[in-house]
């Protein structure tokens, strides 16, 4: 069978953590290819939720084979308590979680720069979340990271980590004027977690290759969202990985030809953590029933996220470089109350209309939306389950999406469960 990704549509947080959950019901592998634990893909079911940094969200569907890719940056520590709490839940994760020897890992020198840098930008600052993500991806480039594979011989692990930190304390020390840390320490620290770690470590590549011989089918599931891509993205402000398609491949190590099905998802209306254009972004009474309806706070770190109306010009955008097949609409419910709803269609910027989502930075901060005015509805809709037992004006909204998308809506979320999920087919 081929392969399934599932990526987000805008700047993260879009419910990708519920649908790979619902989707990796019917899939044999479900594999998370870029990012770190600065994600956080939340899953609720029945009473229980429970929010997924680093594990792919197959893990609560039994008999699922998780994979995470070499385009994963691993925090040891954040993993470890992360299988910790899922086995605490009862559902088993040795034999099934399969780490790949090429994923590169997160360390405590790597936090201590993001920090310092984040706080010499001072003004500038990108907003991240300061889990050390980008400082990995860094030395990754830099060809001196420390990946799994070195977990397992003790002697190249002493001397990378060593090497590494001397060369980081001179940055923290001279740079950022901030504290040296221990390698020793560090080193320690390492050690503990190996013993956990060496039976999940898996040529992934092999492993996923020999599935798609089988012919099982495989959820390939992204991190943070298609606007953060670090080529695509709004740079400077974007992650440092590739959210977009093309992470899948290179952060899994399968063909381009064994994908046959991009599930673009995306909310009702935008969100966007930390700093960086945001075209719709809204202040005041809409802006905080977004936030309070939708929940809108990070499932990492618990701030705030900037609410804003839907952007079909940035979405337009984020299906024509991925290659979208199928759209995903989610937290439709949260629009529930408000008289009106607003979708942004164009730009202006100075004199000039456009279509086109623009990736620089101070172009798209110049962008005025152009919004076309949808009816909405008081109904609340949370936990519908049928497309025809919502409001017309909620079903509008919907084929005004597919329309101005030009992609077929294929799901609608009225709610976080795994039931409160509308299978549709909803053609431009």
Known sequence: MPV??????????????????????????????????????????????????????????ADTTCVIGNGVVIDPAALSREIAAVERLGYHVKGRLHISLGAHLILPYHKALEKAREAARAQRAIGTTGRGIGPAYVDKAARTGIRVVDLLCADTLSAKVRANVKEKNALLRHVHSSTELDAEAILSEV??????????????????????????????????GALLDVDFGTYPYVTSSHPTVGGACTGLGIPPSAISEVIGIAKAYCTRVGNGPFPTELSGMIGDHLRSHGQEYGATTGRPRRCGWLDLVALRYANAINGV??????????????DLVRVCTGYRIGAERTDQFPTDAQALRDAAPIYTTLAGWNEDIRGIRTYGALPQTARDLVAFIARGTGKPVGMISTGPRRSETIRVRINP
């Open 4 to 61: 399934t990704v599932i990526l987000g549509c805008q700047w993260g947080d879009e419910g990708k953590g519920k649908v790979v959950d619902l989707l990796g019901q019917r899939a044999d592998v479900v594999a998370r290819y870029q990012g770190g634990a600065n994600a956080g893909h939340t899953i609720v079911w029945g009473n229980r939720s429970f929010v997924l940094h680093l594990i792919p969200s197959g893990i609560f569907t």
């Open 191 to 224: 050690i503990k977690v190996r013993a956990a770690f060496a039976p999940l470590a898996t040529d992934t590549t092999a492993l996923l290759l020999r599935a798609l011989a089988a012919d099982r089918h495989i959820l390939a599931e992204g991190a943070q």
């Open 325 to 338: 097949t199928e759209l995903a609409v989610t937290k439709l419910d949260v629009l529930s109350g408000l």
